[in-house]
Antibody, heavy 118, light 110 residues
Framework: EVQLVESGGGLVQPGGSLRLSCAGSGFILSNYWMHWVRQAPGKGLVWVSRISSDGSSTDYGDPVKGRFTVSRDNAKNTFYLLMSSLRAEDTAVYYC???????????WGQGTLVTVSS | ELVLTQSPGTLSLSPGERATLSCRASQSVSTYYLAWYQQKPGQAPRLIISGASSRATGIPDRFSGSGSGTDFTLTINRLEPEDFAVYYCQQYRSSPPGLTFGGGTKVEIK
C-alpha cells in the first residue's frame, strides 16, 4: 500500500523554526516529485512547496519564499520541510503529497498540525 | 497569477440528487493539468478526477468531470451519504510556474 506519514508538527513561537518530515512507503520516493500543501483552520488548501525527484529543483509559494526550505533524503524514502521565521499565519495542517507528471497530488499524508503562537 | 474560482460556495442537496460544481479559471488551463479532490472533515484530501475528466482509481462512476479552457465542472450523480464533503479543483501551469487550488465547494445535506 502506498502511504505517506508526516511528523514534526507542534507548537512553536513566532520567529521560531520547525522541521517537518514525510516518510513514504509502498513506493520508491526517488521516482517522484514531492509536495507540501497546507490548510489553515477552517480554510482551503494552499500549495507550499515542491522538490524534484533528485532534489535538484525546488519551488515555493509566495507566502513562504525565503523562509521555508524543502529537501529530501531518497535513501531514507523521506523528504522534509524546514520552516523558519515562522509567523502566526503559518498556523495550519501541513500535508505532504506525492506528485504526478501532471502535477496532481496522490496520495496525501494524514497531515501534521503546526501552531505558531506565543 | 492564475486564480481558480469555485461556485457555489455551499451546495445543499438531498441524497439521490445531482450535484454540479463549477471551477472557473482566470486564464486558460490545460485539461491535462486540471484535477479535483474530495475532502471529508478531519481527513486528508483525496484525488477523484485528473486530466479534467478521468476518474482516479476506485472512484465510482457517479463522479464525472468535464470542461476546457477556463470553465470546468464536477458532476456527482445520485448523491450518496458518503459524498457530502468539500471539493477542490486544482491546476498546474509551467509558464509561469504555479500550482493553485480553488477555494472549495461544500456539498452538504439539505
Amino acid at each position: 500500500e502506498v502511504q505517506l506519514v508526516e511528523s514534526g508538527g507542534g507548537l512553536v513561537q513566532p520567529g521560531g523554526s520547525l522541521r517537518l518530515s514525510c516518510a513514504g512507503s509502498g513506493f520508491i520516493l526517488s521516482n517522484y516529485w514531492m509536495h507540501w500543501v497546507r490548510q489553515a483552520p477552517g480554510k482551503g488548501l494552499v500549495w507550499v512547496s515542491r522538490i524534484s525527484s533528485d532534489g535538484s529543483s525546488t519551488d515555493y509559494g509566495d507566502p513562504v519564499k525565503g523562509r521555508f526550505t524543502v529537501s529530501r533524503d531518497n535513501a531514507k524514502n523521506t523528504f522534509y520541510l524546514l520552516m523558519s521565521s515562522l509567523r502566526a499565519e503559518d498556523t495550519a495542517v501541513y500535508y505532504c503529497a506525492r506528485g504526478s507528471l501532471t502535477a496532481l497530488f496522490d496520495p496525501w499524508g494524514q497531515g501534521t498540525l503546526v501552531t505558531v503562537s506565543s | 497569477e492564475l486564480v481558480l474560482t469555485q461556485s457555489p460556495g455551499t451546495l445543499s442537496l438531498s441524497p439521490g440528487e445531482r450535484a454540479t460544481l463549477s471551477c472557473r479559471a482566470s486564464q486558460s488551463v490545460s485539461t491535462y493539468y486540471l484535477a479535483w479532490y474530495q475532502q471529508k472533515p478531519g481527513q486528508a484530501p483525496r484525488l477523484i478526477i485528473s486530466g479534467a475528466s478521468s476518474r482516479a482509481t476506485g472512484i465510482p462512476d457517479r463522479f464525472s468531470g468535464s470542461g476546457s479552457g477556463t470553465d470546468f465542472t464536477l458532476t456527482i450523480n445520485r448523491l450518496e451519504p458518503e459524498d457530502f464533503a468539500v471539493y477542490y479543483c486544482q491546476q498546474y501551469r509551467s509558464s509561469p510556474p504555479g500550482l493553485t487550488f480553488g477555494g472549495g465547494t461544500k456539498v452538504e445535506i439539505k
